[in-house]
């Protein structure tokens, strides 16, 4: 399957991997016939390699709607998106309706999803947050002319979705996929927090602790004994170093766009981590 360069992430991520592509690539083993995400996110790196057999997972349901959305109603989406207004009022409207939550499940599969990308699009630093309640609280990015509606994105990325064999599901990372030994997983959880003030919680309800990281670690070490590939990106803590001490572990620098103070944004260490040899 040829790959098309316009499939491409549809919604800003937090921990997205564009930037990092030309680092992590070369180091993916060779000879997978199937590749699987726990944590797909933006899935810059399932867009890049585009393959023909996935399994797709991610704890946030409002995400992997998104994606089934796209891949089976990418022409209503469409339409509706091009109805939203960069505007503080109707953002702060769309934003709140998942305040009454019986009027929110009474939405369509798409209207659930053109919120999602909308608000993505529109407000602050294209940050997805929740408070404890689980409604959406960003505010108003106040963007000139934000791109609502990427029409040739959505139908590049609903036409892969179509022609690969792709499995979305929405849950706990652990129960992703049946384990075979020509599937290569690729694990990008919320990193482990390199300061207190940079602990991003706010992804999903319940958040992603250390106690999520050991688990996380078991299941690498799962994976591991069932002889299947893994890749995990995580940040360079003592915690993260010590956890995969007995993997190989390659340091990359990446970009860090999400912090409150300006002055704390840029290069910063993470790590990659692999059970084999490249």
């Not at 078991?218 to 995580?234: E, R, T, Y």
């Amino acid at each position: 399957m040829a790959k098309n360069k316009l499939v491409a992430p549809v919604l800003k991520w937090v921990g997205g991997k564009r930037q990092l592509l030309d680092t992590l690539k070369p180091l993916f083993p060779k000879g997978y016939k199937s590749y699987c995400e726990p944590f797909i996110g933006g899935g810059a790196v399932l867009f890049s390699i585009q393959p023909k057999n996935a399994y797709v997972n991610d704890i946030n349901a409002e995400l992997i709607n998104v994606y089934n959305v796209i891949q089976n109603d990418v022409d209503e989406l469409i339409e509706l998106l091009k109805l939203m207004k960069n505007d503080s009022k109707f953002f702060y409207e769309i934003r709140d309706w998942d305040r009454d939550r019986e009027k929110y499940q009474s939405l369509s599969e798409v209207q659930k999803a053109a919120r999602i990308i909308y608000l993505n699009k529109t407000c602050y630093n294209g940050l997805y947050r929740v408070n404890n309640a689980g409604e959406f609280n960003s505010p108003f990015g106040s963007y000139k002319n934000p791109n609502i509606v990427n029409e040739p994105v959505l139908r590049a990325v609903s036409n892969y979705f179509n022609k690969a064999n792709i499995h979305f599901t929405t849950g706990d990372f652990f129960f992703v996929f049946k384990k075979k030994k020509k599937t290569f997983v690729y694990l990008d959880p919320p990193y482990d927090p390199i300061s207190t003030s940079s602990n991003f919680t706010g992804y999903s309800r319940g958040g992603f602790g250390r106690e999520e990281q050991i688990r996380l670690k078991a299941f690498c070490d799962k994976l591991d004994s069932k002889g299947i590939k893994f890749m995990l990106s995580n940040s360079a803590t003592e915690f993260i170093l010590d956890q995969y001490q007995n993997y190989k572990i390659t340091r990359v620098q990446a970009k860090r766009a999400i912090n409150s103070i300006g002055s704390k944004r840029g290069n910063v260490d993470e790590v990659v981590v692999t059970n084999y040899e490249r």
